[in-house]
């Protein structure tokens, strides 16, 4: 049997059907291609993006291209996967066609193609992608580019018209955010110690990074009662003496008094001055001190003294008043030293029925909800040590106490000007579960 083709042309319908066959064998073959490459590309992390191209690994620059607009990625994928499956039921239902009733053919075809795509389309590629993420994504890169040059004009549309709808919904794309979230780390960590990646302690230290973003520099300062100084005019044989006495390699240097500090004075510099005679006084020698803020959060401080390579931190109120000062060291003994010691101390204690030992870095909002409180939340503090910080107006001090609907909250213990732990009593007419007390029952 044969087929007439436009100018007089025939052809078989074995030819057809052997030639439809290897078509969609091909077409088969691209869907696969397509959603593999959606896997791989979406799955590997940016992080490892980056180290294979620091380790030169081949069409590794290539791969970073592409996910550089993941939004264009997403719509050369879906275009070319889409065409490849409308263009493999046409042929496939052609084929069909010319050996099977009308209705035959198409119920085959929709069956058949669907099956065959679920398979050898989708299942089997994106197994193998998931197992192979990092060599897939640079093999498929080229090729994909490739497709992209190809269906340019399609994929341009259909790319503006989606960020258009995507405006006009107010609609923000996920796979535009390519950093982990915070939240994603966390969980990612909790993950590894249940995988038994990591101990339980590790777990704590990374855990532990995460919880010290609540901090604010007036929470972690020495105070100023503590802080050993020197004035400007003192000789360099005078600043020397008192970092031996006090056991200091650095010391702040001021004029006048203390809430004019003009800078930091290193032990080195003043044991090499003295040396060669160049600097008289410390306040030669001192470099610049920064300033901060008593609120400013000391994972930004952190990174801060690091860009800036300073190892103190002048705290300062919204005067300009000298509050006390914050070192590099101190920075890293807080999150170390707070990550073993509460790796072994719970966040909320409850002592008896209306009292609580809480730790300093727990969140006021937990709080609230595992002692059924209203104690407020602020904007410039998270933790409840931030907030008897803010109503003292100071750093605390063992047993000083604040109240609010009468929730008395004591600092229990101090180290330095941080507060590390707290008594939280409940009123007398609330019961452990937050419900009214027998003598109000009667009342009402």
């Not at 790319?159 to 709808?165: E, H, I």
């Not at 073993?340 to 204690?349: K, Q, T």
């Not at 909250?409 to 732990?421: H, L, P, Q, S």
């Amino acid at each position: 049997m044969t087929v007439p083709l436009q100018f007089g042309v025939e052809v078989t319908t074995r030819t057809i059907t052997i030639g439809g066959s290897a078509a969609v064998a091909v077409l088969i073959a691209l869907s696969g291609f397509f959603s593999s490459t959606e896997i791989a590309m979406f799955s590997l992390a940016d992080h490892k993006v980056e180290a294979m191209v620091a380790e030169g690994l081949p069409n590794a620059a290539l791969v970073r291209d592409l996910k550089a607009d993941p939004h264009r990625l997403l719509v050369t994928i879906l275009v070319g996967n889409n065409v490849v499956n409308i263009a493999m039921a046409s042929i496939s239902t052609t084929v069909l066609a010319l050996h099977f009733p009308p209705a035959e053919s198409v119920l085959i075809s929709t069956f058949g193609i669907t099956a065959l795509v679920l398979l050898f389309g989708e299942s089997a590629p994106k197994s193998y992608a998931v197992e192979h993420t990092d060599t897939w994504s640079r093999r498929v890169a080229r090729p994909l580019k490739l497709a992209e040059y190809a269906m340019y004009p399609l994929i341009v549309l259909f790319d503006r018209l989606t960020r258009v709808v995507n405006r006009l919904t107010g609609s923000t794309a996920a796979i535009e955010t390519p950093y982990v979230t915070r939240t994603e780390l966390q969980r990612l960590i909790e993950t590894g110690e249940r995988e038994g990646v990591i101990e339980e302690q590790e777990r704590e230290l990374l855990l532990g990074i995460f919880q010290f973003r609540n901090r604010i520099a007036k929470e972690v300062m020495r105070s100023r009662l503590d802080v050993t100084a020197v004035e400007a005019e003192a000789s360099v044989a005078e600043a020397i003496d008192v970092c031996v006495d006090e056991g200091h390699d650095r010391l702040p240097v001021y004029e006048g008094t203390l809430d004019s500090v003009v800078g930091v004075v290193e032990l080195p510099d003043l044991i090499r001055a003295h040396r060669d005679g160049t600097a008289a006084t410390a306040g030669e020698i001192a470099e610049p001190a920064l300033h901060v803020p008593e609120t400013k959060d000391v994972d930004e401080l952190l990174v801060e003294m690091r860009e800036d390579r300073r190892r103190v931190a002048i705290v300062i109120d919204e005067f300009g008043t000298t509050q006390g000062i914050v070192t590099l060291a101190d920075i890293v003994e807080e999150i170390v030293g707070e990550m073993l010691e509460e790796a072994e101390r719970p966040a909320i204690e409850m002592i008896d029925d209306r009292t609580a030992r809480v730790r300093g870095d727990v969140n006021v909002h937990e709080i609230n909800e595992e002692l059924d409180v209203s104690i407020p939340e602020g904007e410039e503090f998270e933790t409840i040590a931030g907030f008897v910080y803010g109503r003292l107006g100071r750093v605390p001090d063992e047993g000083d106490a604040v109240e609010h609907e009468g929730v008395r909250i004591e600092v229990e213990r101090m180290d330095n000007a941080r507060v590390r732990t707290l008594r939280v009593t409940k009123p007398e007419s609330a019961g452990t579960d937050g419900t009214p007390s027998a003598e109000e029952e009667g009342e009402q």
